[in-house]
């Protein structure tokens, strides 16, 4: 997935942002082969971080198809690509993807601050314009939207509101998914926390 993603930053027209999402792929690129998505919930699994990252960019690409110039499509990829990158940072793991407990920067600031510092970080050595590095900033700040959740800001602009739905479509998806996962068709799953305890039906085939 790695290879290939890099392959398709090799797409984009904006090269500030492809070389910040190659530089972030590679700087990560080995933890990314395992690394989980959370210590419980969605996608809490070996290589839950890059199987959510690729599903959120297939859905990016999809929106943009569908929107059109309202979007940047760069620029929604590359927020796809950082938002949640430094969970890396955030979480322990082992290599087979098993969270164990999460990092002394992890449990005082967050995978948010943790990627608004990364961005501020790699945008400065790569010398990247000020607005792309302060729009990037925003997204990873308000893509969790409430800030009951973690979010002090709400998306200003239709990257970073579209990259917020991205990621709560693919984690209740991944939820949904997980749940009926061992039920009969026909029948409802038990009650799913995530899910504001809702009771998932299995359609029949």
Not at 50 to 68: I, P, S, W
Not at 102 to 110: A, D, H, P
Not at 152 to 176: G, Q, S, V
């Amino acid at each position: 997935m790695i290879s290939n993603a890099k392959k398709k930053k090799k797409d984009f027209s904006d090269e500030d942002l492809k070389r910040l999402c190659l530089k972030t792929l590679e700087d990560n690129k080995e933890k990314l082969l395992y690394w989980p998505a959370a210590s419980k919930n969605h996608h809490a699994e070996f290589a839950g971080l890059l199987y959510h990252m690729k599903r959120m960019l297939d859905g990016g690409k999809a929106m943009c198809e569908v929107y059109g110039d309202m979007l940047d499509k760069d620029l929604l990829l590359c927020g796809v690509i950082l938002h949640d990158m430094e969970k890396i940072n955030e979480i322990e793991s082992d290599e087979n993807g098993i969270a164990s407990s999460y990092s002394f920067e992890g449990q005082l600031l967050g995978h948010i601050v943790q990627g608004v510092k990364s961005i501020e970080k790699n945008c400065e050595e790569l010398g990247i314009d000020e607005e792309k590095k302060i729009m990037l900033e925003h997204m990873i700040l308000s893509h969790h939207y409430e800030p009951e959740f973690g979010s002090p800001k709400r998306p200003l602009f239709p990257e970073a509101e579209m990259l917020h739905y991205l990621d709560i479509i693919d984690a209740r998806m991944y939820d949904m998914e997980d749940a009926l996962r061992n039920v009969e068709p026909g029948e409802f799953s038990e009650r799913v926390w995530t899910l504001d305890n809702r009771r998932i039906y299995k359609r029949r085939k």
